[in-house]
């Protein structure tokens, strides 16, 4: 089995290893993709007890890449580590895959939102010689204050405006795939570019139907427009893939979807409701950003890093 431990200042250690029979989240295996030769997890320990995690799949064109299945598969801290620490734990980390003769690193880090150590993290991936590959901007809402005091102040006028415009929502678990095809026929209408893995996503909704949840407005009984979340995390809820019918023009319809979304978000008593990026084909669409504006207090961008080993 591969692995690779080094001990450090002040009581931290490294390790890197195989993910096999480790104990760690599965909801983050199930992201692995399927042509990875080497599935591993870095580590840093203080004292024995975890502090930091970042999984690493490296590919048959020994490519590195923190989970390129996942929305995010940065550096994922349990408390706040110091820079030193962490600036020696990216040289670990590049010198561990270099003995394996990985020839690139791709880490998508999440963004501020999940961790008040991930621009830190950035910073020094940056000096360690990472260049920037990506960058998208996602639009949050922090706090389930925040949250409670949206749908104090807004649900019931809304839920009210939807019954006297013939309007219903449902949401709850996923029990049958048929809203994916409204999405992918809508989008294309659109002419936007739909990059979901579907069959992927089946397989990740199967085993984890708790995880996952869709909200689907009708008008008149037919079905207007959905999105796809999933609680990424025991403390947020990540909305990431949706569409309305553009033949749909009624602005109510929005309207709905962002308030069973923050009213979804409180039911699951999150504190992070992350609303993702707003792109048209690689490009901003401002008419979204200004949407999603109306709702979230934060904007956090999310960056693909990339050094050549």
């Not at 203080?46 to 690493?56: C, N, P, R, T």
């Amino acid at each position: 089995m591969t692995k690779f431990e080094k001990n450090s200042l002040e009581h931290y250690s490294f390790t890197m290893s195989e993910v096999r029979d480790e104990q760690h989240d599965y909801f983050l295996q199930e992201f692995k993709p399927n042509g990875a030769k080497l599935f591993l997890v870095g580590r840093i320990r203080k004292k024995d007890q975890e502090k930091a995690s970042l999984f690493i799949s490296i590919d048959e064109n020994d490519f590195a890449h923190s989970l390129p299945n996942l929305p995010f598969g940065g550096l994922w801290t349990q408390e706040s580590i110091p820079s030193d620490i962490l600036d020696e734990f990216i040289s670990f980390l590049l010198d561990s895959l270099t003995q394996l003769q990985a020839k690139k690193i791709a880490i998508t880090q999440a963004p501020a939102a999940y961790g008040n150590q991930a621009d830190l993290f950035s910073y020094l991936l940056f000096k360690s010689g990472f260049g920037l590959e990506n960058l998208l901007n996602h639009q949050v809402v922090c706090g389930k204050k925040r949250i409670k005091k949206w749908l104090t102040q807004n649900f019931n006028k809304l839920h009210k405006k939807a019954k006297e415009n013939k309007f219903n929502v449902t949401t709850g678990n996923i029990q049958s795939f048929t809203f994916l095809e409204e999405i992918a026929a809508w989008k294309d209408d659109r002419g936007h570019k739909q990059p979901l893995d579907e069959n992927r996503l089946i397989q990740q909704v199967s085993t984890y139907p708790e995880r996952y949840f869709v909200i689907t407005v009708l008008h008149n009984g037919t079905a207007v427009a959905h999105a796809l979340t999933v609680k990424l995390t025991g403390e947020s809820l990540y909305y990431f893939y949706s569409a309305i019918n553009p033949k749909n023009q009624l602005r109510l319809t929005g309207q709905l979807m962002m308030a069973y979304l923050l009213k979804l978000a409180a039911e699951q008593k999150v504190s992070l409701l992350d609303l993702g990026s707003s792109e048209s084909n690689d490009e901003p669409n401002h008419k979204l950003i200004y949407f999603k504006n109306k709702y979230t207090d934060a904007f956090c961008n999310k960056p693909t890093w990339v050094k050549v080993l």
